[in-house]
């Protein structure tokens, strides 16, 4: 069993930069898969990150490539997403989400992921 919290959320300007932190415990975090996903008022939940920790695979939506890094420290249970360059339509609750790594379907689904965090808000103004 997995729990997840997220912290790091803010208001910031456009063109600053913020980087979120997702705490894990209750399991080996080298045998998960992680993701970031966000969900701004009115829209679905979407895929920003993911990384696979046994191999360092990393996968970005298109939205957020060349901006956005997702990293994990193993010895202190955490995943990190650093956002830059941030731009009003970043605005949106951040979730961190995780997964066996043995789960096989597609990082960018919401519904493959089994465990989740309650989310932080991240609001960019112009």
């Known amino acids: 069993q997995v729990q997840l919290v997220e912290s790091g959320g803010g208001l910031v300007q456009a063109g600053d930069s913020l980087r979120l932190s997702c705490a894990a415990s209750g399991g080996t975090f080298i045998t998960y898969t992680s993701a970031w996903f966000r969900q701004a008022p009115g829209k679905e939940r979407e895929f920003v990150a993911a990384i696979i920790y046994n191999n360092g695979l990393t996968t970005y939506a298109d939205s957020v490539r060349g901006r956005f890094a997702i990293s994990a420290d193993i010895a202190q249970n955490t995943v990190y997403l650093q956002m830059n360059s941030l731009r009003p339509d970043d605005t949106a609750v951040y979730y961190c989400?995780?997964?066996?790594?043995?789960?096989?379907?597609?990082?960018?689904?919401?519904?493959?992921?089994?465990?989740w965090g309650q989310g932080t808000q991240v609001t960019v103004s112009s």
């Open positions: 989400a995780a997964r066996s790594r043995w789960t096989a379907g597609p990082l960018h689904i919401v519904s493959e992921y089994r465990f």
